[in-house]
C-alpha cells in the first residue's frame, strides 16, 4: 500500500464546495478511493508560511493521484506535488502535526 505525501494550493473559493461534499458522505462514496481521500482530506494541516494544504493520502494510480485529481482535486486546489511517493503515514503525518488543521485554519471559506 503506498502513501503519498501531498502539498497542493487550495482554491479558497471553491473549499466550501469541498468541504459540503465531505461531510454529506459524496467524497467517501467514490470507488475505489473515497474513504481514503476523504479520510487524509478531513485530516489536512494548513501550511500559513507556504498557503498550501499539506496531507498524507493513500494511493495505487501511476501517475499518483491520477484518479483522484480528475474526480476531486484538481477542482479545489491547484499546484498539486506528491512530495514524497512512498512514506510511512505515521511519519508523514507526524511531520505537519504541528500545523493547524486545514479547515480549522480557512474556517470562513470552508
Not at 494511493?59 to 474526480?71: G, K, T, W
Not at 514524497?84 to 471559506?109: F, H, S, V
Request: glycine share 4%.
Amino acid at each position: 500500500m503506498a502513501k503519498r505525501f501531498v502539498q497542493a494550493r487550495p482554491k479558497r473559493d471553491r473549499l466550501s464546495d469541498l468541504r459540503t461534499r465531505l461531510e454529506s458522505g459524496e467524497i467517501e462514496a467514490l470507488e475505489p478511493f473515497g474513504r481514503a481521500m476523504a479520510k487524509a482530506l478531513e485530516n489536512a494541516r494548513f501550511d500559513s508560511t507556504s498557503g498550501e494544504a499539506v496531507w498524507v493520502e493513500e494511493d495505487y494510480c501511476s501517475p499518483p493521484l491520477a484518479m483522484e485529481r480528475v474526480e476531486v482535486l484538481d477542482d479545489y486546489f491547484t499546484d498539486i506535488t506528491v512530495v514524497e511517493e512512498d512514506i510511512d503515514e505515521a511519519a508523514g503525518w507526524r511531520r505537519i502535526d504541528d500545523l493547524p488543521g486545514l479547515w480549522e485554519q480557512l474556517p470562513e471559506q470552508a
